[in-house]
Every structure is written in C-alpha cells, then in structure tokens.
C-alpha cells in the first residue's frame, strides 16, 4: 500500500498536528507500523465489519468514497453533571469522500452497517497519546498475518520447559 499509495502516508504524517489540536493530546504516530495505517473496502451485497472498540486510543477515518447506505454506527457514551445517569448516544454517521472523522476508538463502541448496492471505502489512521501506546504485543500477528496468539502456557508460572 506504502508503494502504490504514498499520498496515504503523506496525509497520516501531515494530519497529526490537526488530531493533536482538535482531541488536545499530544498525538503521536503509531509505533506499530503494520498496522498505523488501513483500507477498509466493504464490497456491495454485505460488507461490514463487526461491533468492536479499536485498540488505539485515536481513529481518524478518511472516507474515500460517498454512501447513503452502510453508515458507521457509533455508541458514545456520555454523562453530565446535572443528570444523576449517563446514557449512550447512539449515532450514524454517512460516509462522505474526503471528509475526516476523529474519535476515541477504544471509548466508542461502532460498526459498520452492510452495504446493500454501493461500495464504500475508508482509511483507517491510527494514532496514541504519547504516553499511552499499549497494544496488545500478539494483536498485530494474529489480525493481519494471522498467528495465533501466544499463551500463558509454559511459563505462565515462570517454569523453563523444553
């Protein structure tokens, strides 16, 4: 993607003032290069993706195509002062090519609803506060080049076995 796209990574680089400005954290790339930058493609008659918090604390979504359909569906939770309760705003958002959407992906519990007819496409920028960069270390291996993560196994107990 970095070959055929460079521009994509133009952007990740060029945005991160603008993400640091507008979530006032000091936003730094992602140290995980396998996964800092996506492409998510939903392909027409049922591309979705599942109901998730991302692992990154910054999600920047750059909408690359237009859709009446397939909206990514946000539940944020919210709270006030004079209310005793929090609630859950739950919100759609309709992609629309070029526009950017930040949001705290591991707070906001979304999805993406199924295409029906069009095609929709999105990149996906993952950022972290600078002082909170945790992934977990077996995540990139097992979503991208699909190893199965690592167990407490063997040394769970701090045992050395063969």
């Known amino acids: ?40 493609a939903y392909p027409p008659g ?14 920047v979504l750059l909408f690359l195509t237009t859709n009446s359909e397939a909206p990514l569906r946000m539940q944020v939770q919210r709270s006030h ?20 959407l930040i949001m705290q992906g591991r707070k906001v519990l979304h999805d993406s609803e199924p295409t029906v007819n069009e095609q929709k496409l999105s990149v996906v920028y993952n950022y972290y506060e600078r002082h909170d960069t945790y992934r977990h270390e077996d995540f990139d291996n097992f979503v991208y080049y699909g190893r199965p993560p690592k167990t407490l196994g063997d040394n769970a107990r701090g045992e050395d076995r063969p």
């Open 1 to 40: 993607m970095r070959e055929k796209l460079p521009e994509l990574t133009a952007v990740y680089h060029s945005i991160l003032p603008l993400v640091s400005l507008v979530t006032l954290t000091d936003t730094v790339v992602s140290p995980y290069p396998v996964s800092d930058i996506n492409i998510k």
């Open 81 to 100: 002062p004079s209310k005793k309760d929090s609630w859950v705003e739950n919100r759609k958002i309709y992609a629309k090519k070029g526009a950017l």
């Open 46 to 59: 049922g591309g979705t993706l599942g109901l998730h918090y991302d692992t990154n604390g910054i999600t």
